[in-house]
């Protein structure tokens, strides 16, 4: 008689309740204290971080306020050095031309007797060429309105063509550079004569008084 041995049935491993099983999702680990302390960290770090770029900030814009302030001196150097040096020049080419001014008028007077030709009429001419262009300029004419400011008066007449002091005669023209004149005009004046200002109101006078006694007899009768 044959026995029968019973069947093996494949058995599972008991498992402890308390185990996790293969088919559980695993958990998230807890995280360690470094990690819990990492963020309070890194907001220190960013404050401080803040603080300095600040404090950069600042330095950046004191250094710009400096760096403006020096080029505005400079820039104020710079013009006061130019008008000096141009007030310089100006008084240097003042002083030059103011001593030639003699030969300048001996040119003049050499012109008007005839004398400037040949040689000497060249020299004269760039001589006063090269004045015109340091910025002399020649003033004064006969029949102009007598100005003290620019005019020196040397001689005194009345005449009975004028109204006001004018000048008649110019003895020596006057020079200027730009607005600064070197020398005065040297000129005979003449005023108006005195008596021909008092005739001329006393004139005046009895007009209106003849006038005046033809409206009250009516006027001249009609013919």
Do not use: W
């Not at 044959?2 to 402890?16: A, N, S």
């Not at 033809?214 to 009609?222: A, C, L, Q």
Request: charged share 30%; with cysteine; glycine share 8%.
């Amino acid at each position: 008689m044959t026995e029968e041995t019973p069947g093996f049935d494949e058995q599972q491993p008991d498992v402890p309740s308390g185990a996790p099983s293969d088919d559980a999702e695993p958990q998230a680990a807890a995280p360690s204290p470094e990690e819990e302390a990492a963020p309070a960290g890194d907001t220190e770090q960013n404050a401080a971080l803040v603080a300095q770029l600040d404090q950069t900030r600042s330095a950046l814009s004191e250094r710009t306020g400096d760096l403006q302030r020096l080029q505005a001196e400079f820039q104020n150097y710079r013009r006061r050095v130019e008008r000096d040096r141009a007030a310089v020049k100006e008084t240097a080419v003042a002083n030059l031309l103011t001593e030639l001014l003699p030969v300048l008028d001996d040119i003049g007077r050499a012109r008007e007797h005839g004398e400037l030709v040949g040689g000497f009429k060249s020299v004269a001419e760039s001589l006063e060429t090269t004045a015109a262009k340091l910025g002399l300029q020649q003033f004064g004419k006969e029949g102009e309105p007598f100005d003290p400011t620019i005019h020196e008066a040397l001689m005194h007449s009345y005449a009975p063509d004028v109204t006001e002091t004018t000048c008649v005669a110019i003895l020596q023209p006057g020079y200027r550079i730009g607005e600064r004149t070197i020398r005065p005009a040297r000129v005979a004046v003449a005023e108006p004569q005195p008596g021909a200002q008092t005739a001329k109101p006393a004139e005046e006078g009895a007009e209106a008084q003849a006038d005046g006694e033809n409206k009250e007899n009516g006027g001249p009768e009609e013919g």
